[in-house]
């Protein structure tokens, strides 16, 4: 399974970018995206998840309301819209898939992150 992040970049505070997360789906089920965050000193923060059959949202605290992930299945592709974004949410993005084999056995596995850089 791979995944690739992209739709990072730099942005001034109050702006928006769209993450997406496009995995190559393997053989096992797929179970749930998240993302997550990891800014420099710092460690990583989940920001964002949703489950493969999308009944099940949740996001962090501090994204709420601002925030919005969704997902393509048709694409294999989870997207994270981030909005009015704050200079302390500088940080490299990261999404996982959970997959899970026939025995119930769960895998996690990682992008390599995008970069998002919010200035004033």
């Known amino acids: 399974v791979q995944l690739v992040e992209s739709g990072g970049g730099s942005v001034q505070a109050g702006g928006s970018l769209r993450l997406s997360c496009t995995a190559s789906?393997?053989?096992?089920?797929?179970?749930?995206v998240g993302w997550f965050r990891q800014a420099p000193g710092k460690d990583l923060e989940f920001v964002a998840g949703v489950s493969w059959t999308g009944v099940s949202i949740v996001y962090a605290d501090s994204v709420k309301r601002r925030f919005t992930i969704s997902r393509d299945n048709a694409k294999s592709t989870v997207y994270l819209e981030m909005n009015s974004l704050k200079i302390e949410e500088t940080a490299k993005y990261y999404c996982?898939?959970?997959?899970?084999?026939?025995?119930?056995?769960?895998?996690?596995?990682w992008g390599q992150g995008t970069q998002v850089t919010v200035s004033t």
């Open positions: 996982n898939i959970r997959k899970r084999d026939p025995g119930s056995v769960t895998y996690l596995y």
């Open positions: 789906m393997g053989t096992f089920r797929s179970i749930g």
